[in-house]
């Protein structure tokens, strides 16, 4: 699908703990079932680090062997291009979208990651949420579900935009990513709500940027995956 290539550079490629993490999480992801293929990743506000998980995520499950596309629907700030340092000149997503692209193969990148490819968001729109709503975006969700193994969604946070729950529609679940400490109970019960009214149910969580006291700071942080399930517990 893919006629071009792009290097990432990752700039913080993590210790043995947080790769140990993104395991779990890669496992988890693989156990939630096999219905579960086009995964979105959202967050509740900005710099929780969504970002981060769905492209280490990415990586992981192509590590596995698996066949992963990598696409960036933040159309309104999107960090793929600077964080990991792609020189490439590149077409995007909200090309496509817009019309100005017509072959869906101009946008799809190979990666240096074996098993990676990927769709950058871009250049900004004016009016993401509606063309995120076309039917042109749910088609190239259909055609990319029946041509790799995961398909992997990177949204704007969800707790500001409604740009995730949009997407989410043609989505079969969601990795919710949580700063540790920094977004309340309550914000992520409506963050998950928007999520499951819009069709798209929450597999999982990511608690990041965890300070572990007693092995210092790594950056990243350590992760914890299953807030889909306290949520529900606290409910009862």
Do not use: W
Not at 5 to 31: C, M, S, V, W
Not at 185 to 213: H, P
Request: aromatic share 10%.
């Amino acid at each position: 699908m893919a006629q071009y290539k792009i290097t990432l550079h990752d700039p913080k490629p993590g210790n043995y703990f947080y790769k140990e993490a993104l395991k779990t999480l890669r496992a988890n992801l693989q156990f939630s079932g096999k219905s579960n293929k086009v995964i979105l990743v959202t967050s509740c506000r900005e710099n929780e680090g969504k970002s981060d998980i769905a492209f280490h995520l990415s990586v992981e499950l192509a590590n596995a062997g698996k066949k992963v596309l990598l696409l960036d629907a933040d159309m309104r700030k999107s960090v793929y291009v600077s964080k990991y340092a792609i020189k490439e000149r590149t077409n995007g997503l909200s090309q496509y979208l817009s019309g100005q692209i017509e072959d869906v193969t101009s946008i799809v990148y190979r990666t240096n990651y074996p098993c990676l490819q990927m769709i950058l968001a871009g250049p900004s729109v004016p009016n993401p949420s509606e063309i995120l709503g076309d039917s042109a975006f749910g088609n190239l969700l259909k055609a990319a579900r029946n041509s790799y193994d995961y398909v992997i969604v990177d949204t704007p946070p969800l707790g500001a935009i409604i740009d995730a729950a949009v997407v989410g529609q043609n989505c079969d679940g969601a990795v919710l990513v949580v700063e540790s400490g920094a977004v309340s109970y309550r914000v992520a019960q409506r963050v998950k709500g928007q999520l499951e009214a819009a069709g798209c149910k929450v597999i999982g969580a990511v608690l990041n940027k965890v300070n572990n006291s007693g092995q210092g700071k790594y950056g990243y942080g350590k992760y914890g995956y299953g807030y889909a399930y306290e949520y529900e517990k606290s409910e009862e």
